[in-house]
């Protein structure tokens, strides 16, 4: 069953306020992305993953207490059940794996059993992080040539400036959060890509199909009329897709938390922006061109 909507949202009434509300979380992810930083996992900055399993309950605290001893105080460790940890580290080398084994074995007094061992030198490490930079920045202008093809440039600049709206809030998201940026992650970004320019897409094509009626509507009545009339269409392609996403963030597990966090943040991100920011901007940006002003009866 799909939500059908007959009301009128008006939705560019409030743009100038949504872009400011923007504008000021972009540079508060920023600050945060400069001062904090961000919990790059050891596919970017090399090292080893240890997942181990006890015979009995055990606490993060004894684990680090035992790690702290042998000189790895300072690893991050995530318990992801009563019995389990996740241990990262900054080393590669198969002889610290052993030591701390057997460091919590004599200490704890327990059993442990390696679940999963994961090394990333730092050389691949630091090529990660290239490609996943680079592929993302590919991503990007491949929409904007796509969108400037389809519609027109400013189409194009407002879909490609909701996207990095949508990506720099994320990873401000994650900075604050300190949830470790992996390549899960990066899989999730892309996919938020895709889903946010997907959105904006239904809005413009909409808005183009509508372009017929600019001289009598406006520009501003023109995407409010347009957003109106896909907004069932969004809300039902949102839900259904966050429903999943949800359930995956809260029952998926360690291995696809990083990924289902960035889809969640950005389903919820990429609605918004590809109305209030890619809309939003096309908007001004056409109240503000001089060869347009005869035709816009209305701001």
Known sequence: ????????????????????????????SLVLLITR???????????????LEFDSPVSVAEVRGSLDKIGFGGSVIQAYSEKGV??????????????????????????VKVLRTEVVGPVAGSQLRRSAILATSLALLAML??????????????GVVALVH????????????????????????????????????????RVRENF??????????????????????TINTSLTTLFPVITLFLWGGEVISD???ALLIGIIVGTYSSIYIAGAMVVEWYLRSPHEAGKLQKR
Request: overall charge positive; cysteine-free; glycine content about 8%.
């Open 1 to 28: 069953m799909s939500i059908k909507l007959k009301t009128y949202i008006n939705f560019m009434k409030y743009r100038r306020l949504a872009l400011l509300g923007s504008a000021l979380l972009v540079l508060l």
């Open 37 to 51: 930083g961000l919990n790059f996992g050891i596919d970017f900055t090399g090292g080893m993953l240890l997942q």
């Open 86 to 111: 996740l241990i990262r580290l900054k080393t590669d080398q198969e002889s610290d794996q052993k030591k701390i084994v057997t460091s919590l074995r004599e200490s704890l007094g327990k059993n």
């Open 145 to 158: 040539a796509y969108i400037t093809f389809r519609f027109q440039f400013r189409f194009a600049v407002g």
């Open 166 to 205: 949508d990506v720099i809030i994320t990873l401000g998201i994650f900075s604050i959060t300190y949830h470790e940026v992996s390549m899960p992650f990066i899989a999730g970004m892309l996919t938020l890509v895709g889903y946010s320019i997907n959105d904006t897409i239904v809005v413009f094509d």
């Open 212 to 233: 017929k009626n600019l001289k009598q509507w406006g520009v501003v009545d023109l995407f409010n009329n347009s957003i109106n009339q896909v907004l069932s269409r």
């Open 259 to 261: 990924f289902s966090m």
